[in-house]
């Protein structure tokens, strides 16, 4: 009896064990990164929040691990999880997460688009543009940032997001014409040359102007443009 007591006493024990292993694996990211996961749940819970409701994009959020792309000297300096920019060097943000999701959401990306960004910073934004199941192409004007982000993205599993280090507003005509383009960096007027490489019923966001900038949204139709102002938003200049 006292055997038969001392023998279900350990399967207990072993079930209790396992138990706590499986609910601590929900939590861990798919490098057992426990502390991070948790971090980023709560980043999505706080998107919902905020009212982000498209499930895909929230799904690409609470996948992408964001904190691999800020690069490590600046992990301390902002919490890479929060709801604001975080700084990535050379006086350039990642915008804060509700942003990325926003804009995410406002283009409505399918699977095997073609989808071009100016302002590749990280490679965050693309990262979750990737995971959405688009072809992208992201255009970075410091060398040096692109060379992190396309380092991020391929030690990420992303290594399918084309990098060009390039001006913005000339676009990437030789991959033209784009479903979708997102501008993450803020020029004063829009850009012509994007207009002109984006398909028919194709989207655009871009911030637009100097201090007091709205985003706009474009649509492609008939060949004409219809454009919607937006949020206003606070980004980084698109240089020349
Ligand atoms: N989307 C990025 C954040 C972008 S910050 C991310 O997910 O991390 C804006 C970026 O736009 C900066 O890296 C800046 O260098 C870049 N940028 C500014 N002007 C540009 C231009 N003319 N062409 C391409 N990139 C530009």
Redesign the pocket.
Known sequence: MKRVLVYLGFVLLLCGLLLASCSENQMTDKRGNYEWAEKRAAMVQQLRAYGSKDERVLKAMSTVRRHK?IPEKYLGVAPPYGNHPCP?G?D????QPYI?AYMTEKLNIQTGEKVL????????????LAELGAEVY?????PE?ANH?RKALTTEGYEQVKVLT????KGWPEHSPFDAI?V??A?EDIPQALVNQLKEGGRMILPLGVYMQRLVILRKKSGRIEKVDDLPVR??????
């Open positions: 792309f990535i050379y350039q943000t990642i915008s990325v960004e100016i302002g590749t910073g990280s490679g965050y934004q693309a990262a979750i992201s255009i970075e004007i410091i940032l982000a390039g001006d913005g507003y997102i993450t960096c020029p980004f980084v200049p698109m240089v020349r």
